[in-house]
């Protein structure tokens, strides 16, 4: 019922010919891969020729932040509208690093959510706690928050256009990933406070990813758990033969 999601996060890497590139050695590998939903999210400069690169193939693109505004006098901003014009039929937003290093609230969080989705964007909401909230027993709490939050006034119809990416911010390029425990522990977690905030029926409908060290080695430990509906992948996305093996989890 929900189709698992695999999302390649490249962050500030890559130029446009290793951005194509990848997605050229990736073709081939990916296959006849039909029944996972595959995107990838390079920078800004490189998500029309990483669209037109992809075309043709099973693999989607997604933008790694976006404004909320349509146009206007925004220096060095872009919006929903121009990220579907360039290609993107994802976005993420609310990565821990842009609210770690670049102000994003809760409340930015939640008017890009929806400007994103009223555009016709899917959004990749990510929420997360820091390695001292978890120690403080504050993981829920601080979860809890980021997702009523970023979530606030959005309807049921629009909620389909949302994916929770929960990524704990310890695990991000740590090496260090949640125990598959921890992990579906807070899905569920999320997962219920969806049917706390909309319904059973969306809550069992709205996809929930995980995020934070995902390899080849580990993913398929934690696309067993029953709340884990994907994987927001960093460093290993980056790589096509070890992507590859991530989008491959089940073959
Ligand atoms: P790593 O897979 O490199 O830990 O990064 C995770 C992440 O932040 C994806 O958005």
Same mark, same amino acid.
């Given at each position: 019922m929900r189709i698992p999601l695999i999302v390649g996060n490249w962050k500030l890497f890559k130029t446009l010919s290793e951005a194509t590139g990848l997605i050229n050695e990736l073709k081939p590998l990916i296959g006849e891969i039909r029944d996972v939903e595959i995107v990838v999210a390079p920078v800004f400069t490189a998500i029309s020729s990483v669209s037109a690169a992809a075309a043709g193939s099973p693999i989607r693109v997604a933008a790694q932040d976006c404004y909320? =505004?349509? =146009?206007?006098? !925004? @220096?060095g901003e872009v919006s929903p509208q121009l990220l579907k014009d360039a290609g993107c039929s994802h976005v993420i937003i609310g990565h821990s690093e842009r609210r770690q290093? !670049?102000?994003? @609230?809760d409340a930015t969080v939640n008017r890009k959510t929806q400007a994103a989705v009223a555009a016709g964007l899917t959004v990749l909401m990510c929420v997360g706690e820091t390695l001292v909230q978890r120690e403080a027993d504050a993981t829920f709490t601080v979860l809890e928050a980021q997702v009523r939050g970023g979530l606030e006034g959005i309807s049921d119809d629009l909620l389909r256009h949302i994916v929770i990416a929960y990524e704990p911010v310890w695990a991000i390029g740590t090496g260090k990933t949640a125990t598959v425990e921890q992990a579906q522990e807070v899905h569920a977690f999320i997962r219920n406070l969806l049917a706390r905030l909309y319904s059973q029926s969306e809550a069992d409908t709205t996809r929930i990813v995980y995020g934070g060290s995902v390899k080849p080695e580990n993913v398929a430990g934690l696309m067993s758990q029953p709340d884990i509906d994907g994987a927001l992948v960093g460093g290993a996305s980056l790589k096509a033969d070890s992507f590859a093996k991530i989008v491959g989890f089940h073959v």
């Amino acid at each position: 019922m929900r189709i698992p999601l695999i999302v390649g996060n490249w962050k500030l890497f890559k130029t446009l010919s290793e951005a194509t590139g990848l997605i050229n050695e990736l073709k081939p590998l990916i296959g006849e891969i039909r029944d996972v939903e595959i995107v990838v999210a390079p920078v800004f400069t490189a998500i029309s020729s990483v669209s037109a690169a992809a075309a043709g193939s099973p693999i989607r693109v997604a933008a790694q932040d976006c404004y909320w =505004e349509p =146009e206007g006098a !925004f @220096t060095g901003e872009v919006s929903p509208q121009l990220l579907k014009d360039a290609g993107c039929s994802h976005v993420i937003i609310g990565h821990s690093e842009r609210r770690q290093y !670049f102000a994003e @609230t809760d409340a930015t969080v939640n008017r890009k959510t929806q400007a994103a989705v009223a555009a016709g964007l899917t959004v990749l909401m990510c929420v997360g706690e820091t390695l001292v909230q978890r120690e403080a027993d504050a993981t829920f709490t601080v979860l809890e928050a980021q997702v009523r939050g970023g979530l606030e006034g959005i309807s049921d119809d629009l909620l389909r256009h949302i994916v929770i990416a929960y990524e704990p911010v310890w695990a991000i390029g740590t090496g260090k990933t949640a125990t598959v425990e921890q992990a579906q522990e807070v899905h569920a977690f999320i997962r219920n406070l969806l049917a706390r905030l909309y319904s059973q029926s969306e809550a069992d409908t709205t996809r929930i990813v995980y995020g934070g060290s995902v390899k080849p080695e580990n993913v398929a430990g934690l696309m067993s758990q029953p709340d884990i509906d994907g994987a927001l992948v960093g460093g290993a996305s980056l790589k096509a033969d070890s992507f590859a093996k991530i989008v491959g989890f089940h073959v």
